[in-house]
Nanobody
Framework: QVQLVESGGGLVQAGGSLRLSCAAS????????MGWYRQAPGKQRELVAR???????NYADSVKGRFTISTDNAKNTMYLQMNGLKPEDTAVYYC?????????????WGQGTQVTVSS
């Protein structure tokens, strides 16, 4: 079964750091990251960061300068490095990617990982 498996969430104090990972399972797939999103309790899912066609990255204003996305193509894994965490960053974080194999494209979401930032 093709899926994106997330890890790296947890509880951290304000000012701390976490790195979220999102790995594609299944052999032969190429991961094409579409972005990271988050959903806080009682709120809608929002974009955190998304690669652009020009090779840059769009970051939500609230995370600019603190969060960075990257991809390890050899490991078929995408990452979200989060520094300077704030209590308002508390949310479930989701990765999204297009997995390509043999000409087929699958739009896949990770299962979500909880990030809790204490003050």
């Amino acid at each position: 079964q093709v899926q994106l498996v997330e890890s790296g969430g947890g509880l951290v104090q304000a000012g701390g750091s976490l790195r979220l990972s999102c790995a594609a399972s299944g052999s032969g797939f190429v991961i094409n990251p579409m972005g990271w999103y988050r959903q806080a309790p009682g709120k809608q899912r929002e974009l955190v960061a998304r690669p652009t066609n020009g090779g840059n990255t769009n970051y939500a204003d609230s995370v600019k300068g603190r969060f960075t996305i990257s991809t390890d193509n050899a490991k078929n894994t995408m990452y979200l490095q989060m520094n300077g965490l704030k209590p308002e960053d508390t949310a479930v974080y989701y990765c999204n990617a297009i997995l390509t194999r043999w000409g087929s494209n699958l739009d896949v979401w990770g299962q979500g990982t909880q990030v809790t930032v204490s003050s």
